[in-house]
């Protein structure tokens, strides 16, 4: 069993950034590749980005590649997304999830609002 809790959110103007957190709980947390989606009001969930177990890998979606990162530190059973350059099409509520084989994401947090002002 995992738990997922984010932070971070808030408001920021265009242009500005923000550094979201996943606190993990639980002794696998290692052996889970985590990913970033976010929500848009009226909007499906979207994924954001992605990095692997070890976190030798990441991936991310075509709309926030060179502005976002998303690290880890299996250490700290945390991730993060960084998130520079913000933009108002960034404004959503950001959840981190986990999944063990890839097939389908096991564990979800309850998200975090950010807000991009223009």
């Known amino acids: 069993q995992v738990q997922l809790v984010e932070s971070g959110g808030g408001l920021v103007q265009a242009g500005g950034s923000l550094r979201l957190s996943c606190a993990a709980s639980?002794?696998?947390?290692?052996?889970?590749?985590m990913a970033w989606f976010r929500q848009a009001p009226g909007k499906e969930r979207e994924f954001v980005a992605g990095v692997s177990s070890s976190g030798g890998i990441t991936n991310y979606v075509d709309s926030v590649k060179g502005r976002f990162t998303i690290s880890r530190d299996n250490a700290k059973n945390a991730a993060y997304l960084q998130m520079n350059s913000l933009k108002p099409e960034d404004t959503a509520v950001y959840y981190c999830a986990a999944t063990y084989n890839g097939a389908y994401y096991n564990y979800w947090g309850q998200g975090t609002q950010v807000t991009v002002s223009s």
């Open positions: 639980g002794r696998m947390f290692s052996s889970y590749s």
